[in-house]
């Protein structure tokens, strides 16, 4: 069964850190591709940044560039989310998504599909 969970979530002041995890089950990540979406109440769901593992290409949101990085640990079969300077506005429900044999995109969201359940990430002093 292919799966895929998040963790890492949580309460954290502005300007502070938080590293969101994606670890795959039931297949490998070796020829797919990873996307990190949020959603917040009442607003579509947005594209945040992705990760094409087999050459480590990545994408960012303008929103996040600079504060955000994705990363994997092949040997993990994980991919990982570090956030940086955390705003507010970065609070949200943060999604991973995966597809397979093409690039990553944080724009067509049905391209995934496999998605997991979500992590609560709070930002608020």
């Known amino acids: 069964q292919r799966q895929l969970v998040e963790s890492g979530g949580g309460l954290v002041q502005p300007g502070g850190s938080l590293r969101l995890s994606c670890a795959a089950s039931?297949?490998?990540?070796?020829?797919?591709?990873i996307g990190w979406f949020r959603q917040t109440p009442g607003k579509e769901r947005e594209g945040v940044s992705c990760?094409?593992?087999?050459?480590?290409?990545?994408y960012y949101a303008d929103s996040v560039k600079g504060r955000f990085t994705i990363s994997r640990d092949n040997a993990k079969n994980t991919v990982y989310l570090q956030k940086n300077s955390l705003k507010p506005e970065d609070k949200a429900v943060y999604y991973c998504?995966?597809?397979?044999?093409?690039?990553?995109?944080?724009?067509?969201?049905?391209?995934?599909?496999?998605w997991g359940q979500g992590t609560q990430v709070t930002v608020s002093s």
């Open positions: 998504a995966v597809t397979f044999g093409v690039r990553c995109t944080i724009t067509v969201q049905k391209r995934y599909d496999y």
């Open positions: 990760i094409t593992i087999i050459d480590g290409s990545t």
């Open positions: 039931g297949f490998s990540l070796d020829y797919a591709a």
